[in-house]
């Protein structure tokens, strides 16, 4: 087998035995399907985790977790697969994790990109999401590709006249910018390692470097526009095996009212919308994302912000056609993009805005020089490479060095895993707790005459969030009715009731606490229905059995006898 470039994160085959094991130790937690197959042939795993002893897994509420949607964010499918192996671990040391699973539902989907991340682990090159062709007519260009032989694509810098970089006076290792009127030099065309593709035109620079452009966070249905609008979105919306099969598995996963997809770098944690501002939202909405955002901040020390306010309003065009829009919007569940890791956070930056830091720019050299001074402190982290004289076969004499973006920009270091995943896997846990829940059914039987019951169960939602998850799958026809079902014994009889009806979505504590004079000294009284009534009258002897689908908050049955 080849040995990866980016330990610790798994190969394919590596993620496939670590889940198969999980599945054989751990047979009454862990269960392992696949939700589809990619272009190459590789499933596109899926772990379903719940104590099937009390309830399967399709009978309680649910969260969702997935990772690797972009192929070379190694660290998202590395959290998802460190969250089954603690689920299953604490099945059997830790009474939270242990309740929690008699409880919840845990559908995992760890690599997204199963070619294109094992395209990144083979090769050491980036990639956006998968190793295919596109676009097909794209004209010769530049190609990555490891120049010095050392395992990672880093950079390449030439001397130039007109180069637009320097090196920078707080290193001189680093480059920055050169600005309006500077001509004290030497200057520098920066380039990642690489080639010029044959008939390609060395003086139009680098115009795409990637043969791969597609982009799987761009190929949902919400929002998506066409290639002449937006990079990498694909043919159609879901024309992709990947995003496919995520949505249509999503889509029977029919309990989920929270998902997590994990993403890197910048350490954020993203939420709707990418394309408007809050204004647009559901207020009973807006107010619960922010508080989960905070209970996350205050557990991950990431900032909570939306993709348009934190993201798209730095940048020249909207983000559209990602998976959490189209998660919250199409199903009601409340979505967020996790960006994981910040090396410049890790090595004390002090950032106020992660994507302007990382993506527009703003880093000042000083900033990026405690993170130089970070990686020299850590040499097993191989970050940065000094810069190293080298013959290219068509740029001539070039430096090759600098930074290993894949591995220590958008990866943690294998050091620094584990407590990455650590404090984000606590928010997990606390997100369970904050799902939808239906509590047992009373019920209570009272003789009206020889022979004859009414029998009234009452049914209450003790979750956090509404039966429907979110409003807007209220408003949006995933209702979260809470649905009745009578089942008698052939000895009894209905006089009076339906045996199948709905009532209304129930409440959750979230739909108390969002709106007007809500805090403790004002507040007017509990206005919100969180619990519901129903009632048969029945004539006979008997068993009778009360089922309640509770949308979002699971399902719940109960029997009783009837007996002079």
């Known amino acids: 087998m080849t040995e990866p470039h980016f330990r610790p994160y798994p190969t394919y085959a590596e993620l496939t035995e670590r889940l198969e094991s999980l599945a054989a130790r751990y047979p009454h937690i862990f269960s392992l399907s696949s939700i589809g197959e990619t272009p190459e042939g590789r499933s596109i795993w899926m772990a379903t985790l719940t104590d099937t002893r009390v309830g399967g897994g399709d009978s309680k509420p649910a969260i969702w977790l997935d990772g690797n949607t972009h192929a070379a964010e190694l660290a998202s499918s590395a959290m998802c697969l460190y969250a089954c192996e603690q689920l299953c671990e604490g099945s059997e040391g830790r009474d939270d994790i242990r309740q929690l699973l008699e409880r919840v539902t845990f559908y995992v989907v760890p690599r997204i990109s199963a070619d294109g991340a094992e395209f990144v682990l083979r090769e050491g090159k980036p990639l956006r999401s998968a190793p295919r062709p596109w676009p097909e007519d794209r004209p010769p260009g530049f190609q990555v590709e490891d120049m010095d032989g050392d395992g990672r694509v880093r950079q390449m810098r030439v001397q130039s006249p007109g180069g637009a970089w320097k090196s920078s006076s707080e290193d001189s290792r680093l480059m920055t910018a050169r600005g309006p009127g500077d001509r004290g030099g030497p200057f520098y065309d920066l380039y990642p390692e690489g080639f010029f593709e044959e008939g390609s035109e060395l003086d139009k620079g680098l115009d795409g470097t990637s043969s791969y452009g597609h982009d799987f966070n761009r190929n949902y249905p919400q929002g998506w526009r066409g290639v002449h609008d937006q990079k990498g979105a694909g043919d159609y919306p879901l024309s992709h095996p990947e995003t496919r099969a995520v949505v249509d598995q999503f889509l029977r996963c029919n309990r989920v009212s929270v998902a997590l997809t994990y993403h890197t770098y910048c350490g954020a944690i993203l939420r709707p919308f990418s394309d408007g501002p809050d204004d647009g939202m559901n207020a009973h909405d807006l107010g619960v994302y922010e508080d989960l955002g905070k209970m996350g901040s205050a557990t991950t020390g990431y900032p909570a912000f939306s993709v348009y306010h934190g993201f798209t ?31 410049a956070e890790r090595a004390g930056v002090q950032i106020d805005n992660p994507a302007n830091f990382h993506f527009m720019g703003g880093m000042s050299d000083a900033q990026l020089k405690q993170v130089l001074d970070w990686s020299d402190q850590h040499p097993q982290h191989k970050g940065f490479k000094n810069w190293t004289p080298v013959e290219h076969p068509q740029l001539g004499s070039v430096e090759v060095g600098g930074w290993d973006r894949i591995g220590f920009w958008q990866n943690p270091p294998a050091s620094e895993l ?73 000895s009894c009889s209905l006089v009076e009731g339906r045996p199948e009806f709905s009532v209304d979505a129930l409440s959750g504590v979230s739909t108390v606490h969002q709106g007007n004079f809500t805090d403790s000294v004002s507040y007017g009284g509990d206005r919100c229905q969180k619990s519901t009534k129903a009632s048969w009258v029945i004539e006979g002897a008997g068993s009778v059995t009360i089922s309640v689908d509770g949308a979002k908050a699971g399902r719940r049955q109960v029997s009783v006898t009837l007996a002079e």
Request: net charge negative.
């Open 313 to 343: 309003s730095l940048l020249p065009t909207k983000i559209t056609g990602g998976f959490d829009d189209w998660a919250y919007l199409h199903t009601g569940a409340f979505a967020f993009t996790i960006e994981l890791w910040n090396v």
């Open 418 to 490: 584990d407590a990455e995943c650590e404090k984000n896997f606590r928010f997990v846990l606390d997100l369970a707790n904050a799902v939808p829940q239906l509590g047992p059914v009373e019920v209570e039987t009272k003789r009206l005459g020889p022979g004859i019951w009414q029998v009234t169960a009452v049914v209450s939602n003790e979750g956090y969030l509404p039966t429907s998850g979110s409003k807007i799958g209220e408003e949006r026809g995933n209702k979260g009715r809470v649905q009745f079902s009578l089942d008698l014994s052939a």
